[in-house]
Structures are given as structure tokens and as C-alpha cells.
């Protein structure tokens, strides 16, 4: 973990390609992605931004990684600009530079209309580095209770004061990322399909579990011979708690099948499917 330090921003503000305003302006967004590229050896001396990705968790801290072609230079930074409230300006700007040959800082600063300040130091608001990986966590809080935000980034070589080059990714406009608890239900039910048996020409039990946070799944169960598909059972939704299920269904013929459970939420989501042999003697 590196200690978090103020640092004075050479420059100023920092403008997007042509969009020039008080703060950094977004000219696009791609929507959806939690993983994002840009091109290789474009920086021009710069630190090369190669990829980000952003993942976040059930309590809404979001993790965003950013990975250069190799280790920042003497005095070269990383500046990671948030628009939180997808206004098509940043509001919050995370960075890592390195200030001598072993030691990387790190600042987050807010953008209130008129200038940049460092934020209040948060519990929840870290850097960490891994060879060329650059990390910052941060809660929806720390930035404002955004559900989700735009970002776009920023790496600098410098000589003396001035900025000898600059890498920008993506190279056109910006990236995006949305908080899953903002998406609705995303969580994919589970199903696991047991082993059964019974005897032919009577009803025997498919036996089954599946679960889902919702409390409620609609299953579906597909029986083959072999690869031939000889029937499907398809229920509704119903509640569920995890346990174990059956489903009745009757063979004329002796012989091992193969039955297997998915499980479909209201929100869509669907299981894998499990698998399990039915013999019927």
C-alpha cells in the first residue's frame, strides 16, 4: 500500500481531444463494458495505457485497474478522471505518479465548479500497484452515490514542468460503467440435477435442487437417450428455498437417460445446466 500524498497538478485542467471546458468533457461513451482496451504504442514517450477494467461488489465498491506497458518513469503519473453524475464533465480525478525512483504516490481530488481540492481521506478510497497494474478502490459514496460513471485517462511524461507527451485512453471519448445493484437482479439462479432411478412403465422421481436470491424460479427439465432428446418438462415460477425437488416422469423402456435442470429467474436470469443419469430398471 503506498501513502496517499497532495500533490500540486502541473498544467491544470485537462481537456478531452477537441471538447474544451472548465472541467474534462466526455464526447462519447462506449455503455455496458467492464473491460476496456486501447492501442498499444501510441503514447509517443508517454506511459502507454494499454487496458482498464472495473469490477464492483454487492456493497458497491468499485475496484478500477489500469494497465500501462510498463512501470511509470521518474516523476511520469496516471490521472484517472470519474464524471459521476454522467454530466459529460469530471467531478473526481484519481492519480498515481511516481515521485522517486522507489516510491509511487497517489491523490484523489473533487472538482466543484470553480477548482480541484483533495477529497477527505476515506476508509474506502485505496491504491495499491502489482508490476505495471495500477489499482484504485472507491464506494459509491466516495463519489457522490453515482450508480454508475464515466471515465476516461490520462499519462504524462514530463520534462522539467512541461508535459513532453501524453497518452490518452480510450483515444476518442470515454468509457463507462454501471453499478450491477443498479442494473436490477443480476444474480443467476442455481440448479444441480441428482442422481435418480425407478422402474419402467411407473412414475418415478426426478429429483432436483434450485435455488435463487429472489426466492422464486421457473425450472425446466429436458430428459435424453443418448443424444436424442425425448421430452421436456417445463414449471412455472414457484418459490424455492434450496432444497431438493422432483418431478415426476414415466419410462415405457429399460434402460440409462440422462435429465437436465435449468432454472430461470423473473429477472431472466438463467442457470447452467446440471446434469445427472436416470436408470430405469
Same mark, same amino acid.
Given at each position: 500500500?503506498?501513502?496517499r500524498?497532495?500533490?500540486?497538478?502541473?498544467? +491544470?485542467?485537462?481537456?478531452?481531444?477537441?471538447?474544451?471546458?472548465?472541467? =474534462?468533457?466526455?464526447?462519447?461513451?462506449?455503455?455496458?463494458?467492464?473491460?476496456?482496451?486501447? /492501442?498499444?504504442g501510441?503514447?509517443?514517450?508517454?506511459?502507454?495505457?494499454?487496458?482498464?477494467?472495473?469490477?464492483?461488489?454487492?456493497?458497491?465498491?468499485?475496484?478500477l485497474?489500469?494497465?500501462?506497458?510498463?512501470?511509470?518513469?521518474l516523476?511520469?503519473?496516471?490521472?484517472?478522471?470519474?464524471?459521476?453524475?454522467?454530466?459529460?464533465?469530471?467531478?473526481?480525478?484519481?492519480?498515481?505518479?511516481?515521485?522517486?525512483?522507489?516510491?509511487?504516490?497517489?491523490?484523489?481530488?473533487?472538482?466543484?465548479?470553480?477548482?480541484?481540492?483533495?477529497?477527505?481521506?476515506?476508509?474506502?478510497?485505496?491504491?495499491?500497484?502489482?508490476?505495471?497494474?495500477?489499482?484504485?478502490?472507491?464506494?459509491?459514496?466516495?463519489?457522490?452515490?453515482?450508480?454508475?460513471?464515466?471515465?476516461?485517462?490520462?499519462?504524462?511524461?514530463?520534462?522539467?514542468?512541461?508535459?513532453?507527451?501524453?497518452?490518452?485512453?480510450?483515444?476518442?471519448?470515454?468509457?463507462?460503467?454501471?453499478?450491477?445493484?443498479?442494473?436490477?437482479?443480476?444474480?443467476?439462479?442455481?440448479?444441480?440435477?441428482?442422481?435418480?432411478?425407478?422402474?419402467?412403465?411407473?412414475p418415478?422421481?426426478?429429483?432436483?435442487?434450485?435455488?435463487?436470491?429472489?426466492?422464486? =424460479?421457473?425450472?425446466?427439465?429436458?430428459?435424453?437417450?443418448?443424444?436424442?432428446? =425425448?421430452?421436456?418438462?417445463?414449471?412455472?415460477?414457484?418459490?424455492?428455498?434450496? +432444497?431438493?425437488?422432483?418431478? /415426476?416422469?414415466?419410462?415405457?423402456?429399460?434402460?440409462?437417460?440422462?435429465?437436465?435442470?435449468?432454472?430461470?429467474?423473473?429477472?431472466?436470469?438463467?442457470?447452467?445446466?446440471?446434469?445427472?443419469?436416470?436408470?430405469?430398471?
Open positions: 500500500m503506498n501513502q500524498k497532495k500533490r500540486y497538478r502541473r498544467g +491544470g485542467t485537462v481537456a478531452l481531444a477537441a471538447c474544451i471546458g472548465a472541467a =474534462v468533457v466526455i464526447c462519447s461513451a462506449a455503455l455496458g463494458a467492464t473491460s476496456f482496451s486501447d /492501442p498499444a501510441d503514447a509517443g514517450g508517454a506511459p502507454d495505457v494499454t487496458s482498464a477494467t472495473v469490477t464492483d461488489d454487492a456493497v458497491g465498491l468499485a475496484t485497474s489500469v494497465t500501462i506497458a510498463a512501470d511509470l518513469a516523476d511520469d503519473d496516471i490521472d484517472v478522471y470519474v464524471d459521476s453524475n454522467k454530466d459529460d464533465e469530471a467531478e473526481y480525478y484519481f492519480e498515481a505518479y511516481r515521485d522517486t525512483a522507489t516510491h509511487v504516490g497517489w491523490d484523489v481530488e473533487h472538482y466543484d465548479g470553480k477548482g480541484w481540492t483533495t477529497t477527505p481521506d476515506s476508509p474506502t478510497e485505496t491504491f495499491s500497484r502489482s508490476g505495471n497494474v495500477y489499482t484504485w478502490t472507491f464506494s459509491q459514496a466516495d463519489i457522490g452515490g453515482s450508480t454508475g460513471f464515466n471515465f476516461w485517462i490520462f499519462t504524462h511524461h514530463y520534462v522539467g514542468e512541461a508535459v513532453a507527451a501524453r497518452d490518452q485512453g480510450p483515444d476518442d471519448g470515454g468509457w463507462s460503467f454501471v453499478y450491477a445493484k443498479s442494473k436490477g437482479d443480476v444474480q443467476v439462479p442455481t440448479s444441480h440435477a441428482l442422481a435418480s432411478h425407478g422402474r419402467a412403465g411407473k418415478l422421481h426426478l429429483r432436483f435442487s434450485v435455488n435463487d436470491d429472489s426466492g422464486s =424460479v421457473a425450472t425446466s427439465i429436458v430428459i435424453y437417450k443418448g443424444t436424442k432428446r =425425448v421430452t421436456t418438462k417445463a414449471y412455472g415460477i414457484q418459490k424455492v428455498d434450496g +432444497g431438493n425437488y422432483w418431478a /415426476p416422469w414415466t419410462s415405457a423402456r429399460r434402460g440409462t437417460y440422462k435429465f437436465c435442470v435449468t432454472a430461470k429467474d423473473k429477472a431472466g436470469n438463467v442457470s447452467k445446466p446440471s446434469c445427472a443419469t436416470v436408470t430405469v430398471s
